[in-house]
């Protein structure tokens, strides 16, 4: 019985015929404006392609983590890989209905896998989501806008049983037919309480939900890596992937990036024989009928599309899987049925190279596809493909906007810091090089010291006898006369002068009286000086007129004030 899935992903024609997918001539790729490119050059390609993500995949009796960055040699390196099992779901019960469980679980498993990043990307079962391939006359980008705006495009092109306000919905161009004027649009939808459960527990797992893909594109993200790096020969457009589990059932094949999805119904009864059954009879019954809706929806795309499909690349969480694919291989002898390796040339360390090596490592494949994804905040993956581009998270926008804001953060952060450190090198070199020039400008700086202080000794010596002869001047200017008989007075009186005895003024009354006045440091010192002044020629009496208080002091000595008449001889 095929799901409603088999036709969604066909494009339709007017009268309702379809048609085989037309290519992009430029493999969906736009070319680069100069705002991208700035954008890439400036805050580098690590920051253009996204954060690092952790793919988180939820189930009901285990929790599957993995996280994957490249090296400088380009190749993939599995950081961290760690399976959660545990007990306490009821059997049949599914992660929606233990919402609580499965949160604390989550919580463990990464406190016991020491993840580095807080971003989770994970993944929806493709039974919850509402995939759509629809044509829509062709738009620009603001026309698309506007009519995404007013629900008036999805509630023409998407006939949905809910109200679309219920839904949260992702959508992409992925063809642009010009003259047929009209576009490819994918459409992928899921229920709000869904994706807000889903959100929930991751949150409270300690975890923040950047990214909800779809389990099949999770798959297919998943298988692209591996084909490209094991550099796969098979035709790069078509990709073909059975899902064979307890849980989900489908084909999904990968036509010019297009999913086609049918989906494989099989019974109550059949998922017993699947998991607890070893009578062969009932498993050959199984078999036969899964078989025959493979078959079909394998034939009716290579009808459609008249492309061949060789193999189909296998993913189960069934324990016994290779005794069905040998059964598998026997109803369709043309076709292959490989088991997938979604760790097939990825580079994997030693300290978790034994828990890769499993006997069926397919059911890692959603993880895996989900640690391959990248947040595009600058829209990096927007036109590359659109099944790798895919989230449905609710507030997206907003959280891009957050994202692309802390990047231009940290971007302005590196900036000034670096700006800073040029300023800084710039004033340390510029120092440098003022350093050295002023050492040589004070080379013999000793010298020059030296030559100094023998200078201003000089100096000093020559500033007291100038200091004597501006008081020699100073007195000579007391005396009004320029007879030369008043230098000859003023000669004796200065011969006369004893130690400890100065002169402040000499007046000459230009006849036959000088006046002197001055100090001196004691009685003794003033006698002495008007004994030596009545010893000169030119003197005929000197004689104490008055004697002062003392008026300064030298060291603890005081000084007394003084004043003597000596009168000349006539001359």
Same mark, same amino acid.
């Given at each position: 019985?095929?799901?409603?899935?088999?036709?969604?992903?066909?494009?339709?024609?007017?009268?309702?015929?379809?048609?085989?997918?037309?290519?992009?001539?430029?493999?969906?790729?736009?070319?680069?404006?100069?705002?991208?490119?700035?954008?890439?050059?400036?805050?580098?390609?690590?920051?253009?392609?996204?954060?690092?993500?952790?793919?988180?995949?939820?189930?009901?009796?285990?929790?599957?983590?993995?996280?994957?960055?490249?090296?400088?040699?380009?190749?993939?390196?599995?950081?961290?890989?760690?399976?959660?099992?545990?007990?306490?779901?009821?059997?049949?019960?599914?992660?929606?209905?233990?919402?609580?469980?499965?949160?604390?679980?989550?919580?463990?498993?990464?406190?016991?896998?020491?993840?580095?990043?807080?971003?989770?990307?994970?993944?929806?079962?493709?039974?919850?989501?509402?995939?759509?391939?629809?044509?829509?006359?062709?738009?620009?980008?603001?026309?698309?806008?506007?009519?995404?705006?007013?629900?008036?495009?999805?509630?023409?092109?998407?006939?949905?049983?809910?109200?679309?306000?219920?839904?949260?919905?992702?959508?992409?161009?992925?063809?642009?037919?010009?003259?047929?004027?009209?576009?490819?649009?994918?459409?992928?939808?899921?229920?709000?309480?869904?994706?807000?459960?889903?959100?929930?527990?991751?949150?409270?797992?300690?975890?923040?939900?950047?990214?909800?893909?779809?389990?099949?594109?999770?798959?297919?993200?998943?298988?692209?890596?591996?084909?490209?790096?094991?550099?796969?020969?098979?035709?790069?457009?078509?990709?073909?992937?059975?899902?064979?589990?307890?849980?989900?059932?489908?084909?999904?094949?990968?036509?010019?990036?297009?999913?086609?999805?049918?989906?494989?119904?099989?019974?109550?009864?059949?998922?017993?024989?699947?998991?607890?059954?070893?009578?062969?009879?009932?498993?050959?019954?199984?078999?036969?009928?899964?078989?025959?809706?493979?078959?079909?929806?394998?034939?009716?795309?290579?009808?459609?599309?008249?492309?061949?499909?060789?193999?189909?690349?296998?993913?189960?969480?069934?324990?016994?899987?290779?005794?069905?694919?040998?059964?598998?291989?026997?109803?369709?002898?043309?076709?292959?049925?490989?088991?997938?390796?979604?760790?097939?040339?990825?580079?994997?360390?030693?300290?978790?190279?034994?828990?890769?090596?499993?006997?069926?490592?397919?059911?890692?494949?959603?993880?895996?596809? #989900? =640690?391959?994804?990248?947040?595009? *905040?600058?829209?990096?993956? +927007? @036109?590359?493909?659109?099944?790798? $581009?895919?989230?449905? !998270?609710?507030?997206?926008?907003?959280?891009?906007?957050?994202?692309?804001?802390?990047?231009?953060?940290?971007?302005?952060?590196?900036?000034?810091?670096?700006?800073?450190?040029?300023?800084?090198?710039?004033?340390?070199?510029?120092?440098?090089?003022?350093?050295?020039?002023?050492?040589?400008?004070?080379?013999?700086?000793?010298?020059?010291?030296?030559?100094?202080?023998?200078?201003?000794?000089?100096?000093?010596?020559?500033?007291?006898?100038?200091?004597?002869?501006?008081?020699?001047?100073?007195?000579?200017?007391?005396?009004?006369?320029?007879?030369?008989?008043?230098?000859?007075? #003023? =000669?004796?009186?200065?011969?006369? *002068?004893?130690?400890?005895? +100065? @002169?402040?003024?000499?007046?000459? $009354?230009?006849?036959? !009286?000088?006046?002197?006045?001055?100090?001196?440091?004691?009685?003794?010192?003033?006698?002495?000086?008007?004994?030596?002044?009545?010893?000169?020629?030119?003197?005929?009496?000197?004689?104490?007129?008055?004697?002062?208080?003392?008026?300064?002091?030298?060291?603890?000595?005081?000084?007394?004030?003084?004043?003597?008449?000596?009168?000349?001889?006539?001359?």
């Amino acid at each position: 019985m095929k799901n409603p899935f088999a036709n969604l992903f066909k494009k339709k024609n007017k009268d309702g015929s379809t048609d085989k997918p037309v290519p992009k001539p430029d493999g969906g790729k736009k070319k680069e404006g100069f705002f991208s490119k700035l954008l890439k050059n400036r805050l580098g390609k690590s920051s253009i392609k996204g954060e690092e993500i952790l793919g988180v995949e939820l189930t009901s009796n285990e929790i599957r983590l993995a996280q994957v960055s490249s090296n400088k040699a380009n190749q993939w390196v599995l950081d961290k890989f760690y399976v959660h099992k545990f007990e306490g779901v009821p059997e049949g019960g599914t992660v929606l209905e233990n919402q609580d469980k499965i949160a604390e679980e989550l919580k463990l498993a990464l406190l016991k896998s020491k993840v580095s990043t807080t971003n989770a990307a994970i993944a929806i079962p493709v039974t919850s989501a509402i995939i759509r391939v629809v044509t829509a006359p062709l738009m620009t980008e603001e026309e698309l806008k506007k009519a995404i705006d007013t629900d008036s495009l999805w509630e023409n092109l998407v006939q949905l049983t809910d109200n679309l306000a219920d839904y949260s919905i992702f959508h992409q161009v992925i063809n642009k037919d010009e003259k047929a004027n009209t576009m490819d649009i994918l459409f992928v939808a899921s229920k709000l309480s869904d994706i807000n459960s889903y959100t929930a527990i991751i949150k409270k797992g300690g975890l923040n939900a950047v990214i909800i893909d779809v389990k099949c594109f999770a798959l297919k993200s998943a298988v692209d890596q591996i084909n490209q790096i094991a550099g796969s020969i098979e035709d790069s457009n078509l990709t073909a992937v059975l899902e064979f589990g307890l849980d989900e059932n489908y084909v999904m094949i990968l036509y010019e990036n297009n999913p086609i999805i049918t989906d494989i119904f099989i019974r109550a009864q059949d998922r017993k024989t699947l998991s607890e059954s070893n009578n062969q009879e009932e498993m050959d019954a199984l078999v036969r009928r899964y078989m025959t809706q493979v078959k079909q929806a394998v034939q009716d795309f290579e009808t459609k599309y008249e492309k061949r499909i060789r193999n189909l690349k296998v993913t189960s969480n069934l324990s016994n899987v290779e005794d069905y694919l040998a059964s598998f291989r026997k109803n369709m002898v043309n076709t292959g049925y490989n088991l997938f390796n979604p760790f097939d040339g990825i580079k994997i360390p030693a300290q978790i190279e034994n828990e890769t090596k499993l006997s069926n490592p397919s059911y890692f494949s959603t993880v895996m596809g #989900l =640690a391959f994804r990248k947040l595009d *905040v600058f829209g990096y993956y +927007k @036109f590359v493909t659109a099944v790798k $581009n895919i989230n449905l !998270l609710p507030n997206r926008e907003n959280m891009i906007a957050q994202k692309k804001a802390k990047a231009f953060s940290n971007f302005a952060f590196k900036g000034i810091a670096g700006i800073v450190v040029v300023i800084y090198v710039v004033l340390f070199g510029f120092s440098f090089w003022q350093i050295t020039d002023l050492n040589k400008k004070i080379a013999g700086y000793e010298e020059v010291i030296q030559t100094h202080e023998l200078r201003t000794l000089e100096r000093n010596k020559y500033l007291k006898e100038k200091k004597l002869m501006d008081k020699s001047l100073e007195l000579s200017n007391s005396i009004k006369s320029n007879k030369t008989i008043s230098f000859r007075v #003023l =000669a004796q009186i200065a011969s006369a *002068v004893p130690k400890r005895v +100065k @002169f402040d003024s000499i007046e000459y $009354n230009g006849s036959d !009286l000088v006046i002197i006045e001055g100090s001196a440091f004691s009685d003794q010192d003033i006698l002495k000086l008007i004994s030596n002044l009545n010893n000169k020629k030119l003197i005929s009496q000197a004689s104490l007129a008055s004697m002062t208080l003392p008026n300064e002091q030298q060291g603890s000595q005081t000084m007394k004030g003084f004043k003597i008449a000596c009168i000349l001889e006539n001359v």
